[in-house]
Structure formats: C-alpha cells, structure tokens
C-alpha cells in the first residue's frame, strides 16, 4: 500500500509505495528579479545554489528512487527570461547527477523544454499516477480519465499561514483536505483526500505579507470540502477547516 509522508522540516513529500518518489513543487527559479523589484536583494544565482544544497539534503537524508518537480521550476509565465536562460538548465544538471527526476510542468513553465537537458523526463502537465495517487501541479482541473484515484497531490497555490500574533506569521505551511470525490471527478462518489504542498522557495513571500495575492486553483474554487488540517512545515498540526480561508 503506498503511503505519503512529509519530510520534517521541508517543504517536500514522500510517496511510499514499491519506490521512493520525493515529491516538490514551486522552485520558482529566476525570482530575485520580482524581488528586487520590491527592495529584496539576493545576490546573484543565491535562490538556485540554495535551493540545488537543500535537494541534495533531502535526498541524501531520504534516500529517493526518483525525484518529481511538479511544477512552476521557473518564475517567468509567458516567456524564458535572461535569468531563467543562465540558472534553469544548470539546476537541471546538478540533479540528474543526483537522482533520476520527472518534471510536471505548472503555469509557470511555458517552453520549459527549451532548458531541459538529457536525463529529464518531461511528463504531460496534465499530471502522473502513482498508484492511487495523481500528482498535478494545480492550476487546472484533472480529467475524468483519473477518477480511480484516491488522492491528488498539488502545489501552485502557496499556502502561508498569516496571523498577525503568531510567532509562524507568514511561515509556509501544509495543507490536506477531505473532500466530496464528485465535485472534482463526477463520475465518482466518496471521499478524495487533496495535499496542497507548500513552495519550495524560501524566500517567494519575503514579501508578501505586504504584496501577498493569492493563487486560483478550479480544484480548490469546486471542492466541497469536509475536514482540513494546516500543518507547519515541522509536522505540527496548528488548524482545520476553519482556518482554511487564511492560508489558500
């Protein structure tokens, strides 16, 4: 039976069935443009090294068959920026030479195949099945032709916890909700458990208790939803489904 865990202290998930699959979504990379816009400076290539040390950790920790990037690798939208031409392909390298890896591409990743280099499996972004379980990066609704899962895992929507007294104000969170099967999938009745995974960029809300916009997802606008929990990123559980409104 495959099990999903959270690895504590990060924002990454592991998918543990007949392999280790160590899931990660909203890298982000080429974002220090956006932050300099807003008076955060980071020196140059700080977001990619950082974030390639941190992967290496984790994985060197955990010990994965296969490492999927489910999506928003890149900050740009609609086209491939300067920064994202000189610091994408080169991430790209420094992890095929640590794991095999797929990536699910989001909203973000238009021509991204334009910076994949050999040794990347470039998935459809409609998302991959394993067992169970359909990994998509969020930003448009699954098909039908997936309705035999029992679980979506997603990224894209960011969650951060914002409560103005809270020592964790503006902290990235977990987010894992039941919710009615037949909203998402028709055809289907029951119960689907979605786990909204947090950013894996660090510094994406530097600003945003200022800036801060949330993200839109159709799976989250159309879920009916019956029981939730918020988790820190070190696995403690600090609401539910009232609280939901805050953090997505």
Not at 24 to 46: A, P, Q, R, W
Not at 106 to 115: P, R, S, T
Not at 176 to 200: A, D, N, R, T, Y
């Amino acid at each position: 039976m495959v099990q999903t865990k959270i690895i504590p202290k990060y924002p990454a998930l592991m998918i543990e069935g007949t392999r280790k699959s160590l899931v990660i979504t909203d890298l982000h990379l080429g974002f220090e443009n956006n932050l300099s816009l807003n008076n955060v400076f980071l020196g140059k290539n700080k977001t990619v090294a950082e974030i390639t040390k941190e992967i290496e950790k984790i994985i060197k920790k955990t010990k994965p068959d296969s490492l999927v990037l489910l999506g928003d690798i890149k900050s740009g939208i609609k086209s491939i920026t300067k920064t994202e031409w000189e610091t994408v392909p080169s991430f790209f390298e420094s992890i095929t030479k640590l794991i095999d890896t797929i990536l699910v591409p989001g909203n973000h990743d238009a021509n991204i195949e334009k910076l994949i280099p050999n040794g990347i499996t470039l998935a459809s972004s409609k998302g991959i099945i394993i067992d169970d379980i359909l990994l998509t990066h969020g930003h448009t609704m699954p098909s039908e032709n997936f309705s035999q899962v029992n679980t979506i895992v997603m990224g894209h929507i960011h969650p951060v916890f914002f409560q103005k007294e809270s020592l964790i104000n503006g902290e990235r969170v977990w987010v894992s909700i039941k919710c009615k099967k037949q909203k998402i999938f028709h055809s289907k009745s029951g119960e689907l458990e979605v786990i909204i995974l947090p950013s894996f960029n660090r510094y994406f809300y530097a600003t945003q208790k200022k800036f801060y916009k949330k993200s839109i997802s159709p799976i989250i606008e159309k879920m009916d939803v019956i029981q939730a929990k918020i988790v820190t990123l070190d696995g403690t559980i600090i609401g539910n489904e009232q609280q939901l409104s805050s953090v997505i």
